[in-house]
T-cell receptor, first 112, second 117 residues
Framework: DQQVKQNSPSLSVQEGRISILNCDYT??????FLWYKKYPAEGPTFLIS?????DKNEDGRFTVFLNKSAKHLSLHIVPSQPGDSAVYFC???????????FGGGTRLMVKP | EAGVTQFPSHSVIEKGQTVTLRCDPI?????LYWYRRVMGKEIKFLLHFVKESKQDESGMPNNRFLAERTGGTYSTLKVQPAELEDSGVYFC???????????????FGPGTRLTVL
């Protein structure tokens, strides 16, 4: 039973355009949602987070939107750059502990 | 400041052998986590240490896996005996206090790629 799902295994975007990565979850006990970015042969690197009491958090080119009623969050990257090419993992924290539950990842390719 | 380090970076062993993975967290981080990613799928939680104590080991797959964190510094994860399905990338992460109502970032190491033949 996968509690966090990323239904798009890959996404290709032109440089300068917007990248939108989506994530769905099922567990109402999640209180924080996060996006991690992963390059090959490296560990995941924290990108941005959002508390369950908010609906938007912005950090430079990265914005995360949370729709609690739909149990859906998305990461917007604008403008996209070739260096953004990586695998992006959506993750969620259960308010009963600090473990993270990850989605399967979406591979983003930004073409010059 | 050094990040989370893991050793070895790669390990290839035969089914039935024993392997020990090591993780050195960021200095001062009381919280240490083990995760693994199998066959390119999602990253799954294995267990969580607070200092030397196991806070949550609900993700450990079976009793062939043994994690320790003696002295509350580095941690080891031993797989004995290894099976084919144990192949994957094992990540370690560390964080400061969990902070309760706030989120304290978990910093991940580069992972150990384990291949069981």
């Amino acid at each position: 039973d996968q509690q966090v799902k990323q239904n798009s295994p890959s996404l290709s975007v032109q440089e300068g355009r917007i990248s939108i990565l989506n994530c769905d979850y099922t567990n109402s006990m999640f209180d924080y949602f996060l996006w991690y970015k992963k390059y090959p042969a490296e560990g995941p690197t924290f990108l941005i987070s959002i508390s369950s009491i908010k609906d938007k958090n912005e950090d430079g080119r990265f914005t995360v939107f949370l729709n609690k009623s739909a149990k859906h969050l998305s990461l917007h990257i604008v403008p996209s750059q070739p260096g953004d090419s990586a695998v992006y993992f959506c993750a969620a924290r259960n308010n009963a502990g600090n473990m993270l539950t990850f989605g399967g990842g979406t591979r983003l390719m930004v073409k010059p | 400041e050094a990040g989370v380090t893991q050793f070895p970076s790669h390990s290839v062993i035969e089914k039935g052998q024993t392997v020990t993975l090591r993780c050195d967290p960021i200095s001062g981080h009381d919280n240490l986590y083990w995760y693994r990613r199998v066959m390119g799928k999602e990253i799954k939680f294995l267990l969580h240490f607070v200092k030397e104590s196991k806070q949550d080991e609900s993700g450990m797959p079976n009793n062939r896996f043994l994690a320790e964190r003696t002295g509350g510094t580095y941690s080891t994860l031993k797989v004995q005996p290894a099976e084919l399905e144990d192949s994957g990338v094992y990540f370690c992460a560390s964080s400061q206090d969990t902070g309760g109502l706030s989120y304290n970032e978990q910093f991940f190491g580069p992972g150990t790629r384990l291949t069981v033949l």
